[in-house]
């Protein structure tokens, strides 16, 4: 499939059907996408796979006892073949761009950097990892960090990283709830893009 069609296709699933994720070829698939760009070659992302048997597990400490009884989401998403933490480690930019080649960035503080490059990064080899997927026939679905995610990183021993996003991953069971986001009215993707020195149209 050419990568157009793949980018267009690919969509959040937020209902799986318990199919098991390869452990072997998904610990593959997480170090094909860190093939993904990386500010100064910092190299400060970390993907944590975890397999079937540790959904649940994993899911008890991501999500509140209330979600998990309530959420008309929570059994499709609790049937996941796979998650993978996508995690980032500032420490190593700040080090990365106190080098002697970079230290005039003046970026040796977390506080001077106007775009926190491990975000950057993390986000790079968080969409390599979701085109891969889908590239194999999997879907997916992307949960932001807001909440519980220093028990997560506890819990998978990684407490000095940030926790960027977890992908849970499956074979869709067709229940998909669909998102509220996707209700919004938003501008056109093509009118997202913009061509400097040309005025917009005048709107009618
Ligand atoms: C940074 C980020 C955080 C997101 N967080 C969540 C989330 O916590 N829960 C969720 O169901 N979807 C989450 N999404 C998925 C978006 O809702 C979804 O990408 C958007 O509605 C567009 O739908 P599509 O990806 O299917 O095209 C997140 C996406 C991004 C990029």
């Not at 959040?12 to 610990?27: G, H, I, K, N, Q």
């Not at 930019?93 to 080649?101: Q, T």
């Amino acid at each position: 499939m050419d990568l157009a069609t793949l980018l267009a296709q690919r969509r959040m699933c937020r209902s799986f059907d318990a199919t098991p994720v390869d452990e072997r070829w998904l610990d593959d698939a997480c170090a094909t996408a860190m093939w993904a760009p990386t500010a100064g070659n910092s190299a400060g992302v970390r993907m944590h796979t975890i397999g079937a048997d540790l959904v649940s597990a994993y899911l008890a400490r991501a999500t509140d006892l209330e979600w998990r009884r309530d959420s008309p989401r929570a059994p499709g998403l609790a049937r996941a073949g796979a998650v993978v933490l996508v995690t980032s480690r500032p420490q190593d930019y700040l080090e990365r761009y106190g080098e002697a080649d970079k230290r005039s960035s003046g970026l040796t503080s977390i506080e001077a950097w106007p775009i926190p490059y491990w975000h950057t990064d993390a986000a790079m080899a968080t969409m390599a990892l979701l085109l891969l997927l889908e590239d194999a026939g999997w879907s997916s679905t992307l949960w932001g960090n807001f909440r519980h995610d220093r028990d997560v990183l506890d819990w998978v021993g990684a407490p000095d990283e940030l926790l960027f996003a977890s992908v849970l991953i499956g074979r869709p069971d067709d229940n998909d709830h669909r998102s509220r986001s996707l209700e919004r009215t938003v501008p056109a993707r093509a009118a997202r893009v913009r061509r400097v020195g040309i005025s917009p149209e005048p709107s009618p």
